[in-house]
Nanobody, 125 residues
Framework: QLQLVESGGGLVQPGGSLRLSCAAS????????VGWFRQAPGKEREGVSC????????HYSDSVKGRFTISRDNAKNTVYLQMNSLKPEDTAVYYC??????????????????WGQGTQVTVSS
């Protein structure tokens, strides 16, 4: 069964760091653009960061620019989201998605072929 599995979420204090992982099973992630999205209770889903299949193009939302870094290791069939200087407003369920699309279409229009189940990130003291 084709699926994406997120991991690495948890509880962290403000100013702390987490690294999320998105692993694909039953398909090769290297041909896909991959994005990280988040949704907090009562809020719309937000495109946080996306990366092209080659890794050369990336997109970040203004809310995370300078604090989060997206990367990919195609040999491991995995995409990562390094999150530093975390704030309480970063609290949300984080999802990864993969699509045969552009970075901008994925992050702005949420254009995707596959979605993961999500991992909870809670930033609180």
């Amino acid at each position: 069964q084709l699926q994406l599995v997120e991991s690495g979420g948890g509880l962290v204090q403000p100013g702390g760091s987490l690294r999320l992982s998105c692993a694909a099973s039953e398909f090769t992630l290297e041909y896909y653009a991959v994005g990280w999205f988040r949704q907090a209770p009562g809020k719309e889903r937000e495109g946080v960061s996306c990366i092209s299949s080659s890794g050369r193009n990336t997109h970040y939302s203004d809310s995370v620019k300078g604090r989060f870094t997206i990367s990919r290791d195609n040999a491991k069939n995995t995409v990562y989201l390094q999150m530093n200087s975390l704030k309480p407003e970063d609290t949300a369920v984080y999802y990864c998605a993969a699509g045969l699309t552009t970075v901008q279409a994925m992050c702005v229009l949420h254009d995707s072929n596959y979605w993961g189940q999500g991992t909870q990130v809670t930033v609180s003291s």
